[in-house]
């Protein structure tokens, strides 16, 4: 069982940064490839973003890359999810997810994740 805790969510102005935390419980963290996710109010999960198991590949959406990224620490059981350059559409619940892999690769699709965190909020005012 592997829990997952985000954090680092918060109200911030277009143009600005947030880096967010997904800290995870439990031994199977740096065999777990990550992904982060969103949803803003009234739509369907996004995918935003995901990690290999051992960091070596990153995979993004297209409305994020170049201004977002991922890493990982696994002596630190956290995956990190620095934004930059923010806009008023990436006003959402971002949430991390865990998948257990064999292989360095990324996932996109919320069916393939197995655990899931609570989410944190995250609003850019224009």
């Known amino acids: 069982q592997v829990q997952l805790v985000e954090s680092g969510g918060g109200l911030v102005q277009t143009g600005g940064s947030l880096r967010l935390s997904c800290a995870a419980s439990?031994?199977?963290?740096?065999?777990?490839?990550m992904g982060w996710f969103r949803q803003a109010p009234g739509k369907e999960h996004e995918f935003v973003g995901a990690?290999?198991?051992?960091?070596?590949?990153?995979s993004y959406a297209d409305s994020v890359r170049g201004r977002f990224t991922i890493s990982r620490d696994n002596a630190k059981n956290t995956v990190y999810l620095q934004m930059n350059s923010l806009k008023p559409e990436d006003t959402a619940v971002y949430y991390c997810a865990a998948k257990r892999s064999l292989g360095i690769i990324t996932f996109r699709f919320i069916r393939e994740y197995d655990y899931w965190g609570q989410g944190t909020q995250v609003t850019v005012s224009s």
């Open positions: 439990g031994p199977t963290f740096s065999s777990s490839a």
């Open positions: 990690i290999s198991r051992n960091g070596g590949k990153t």
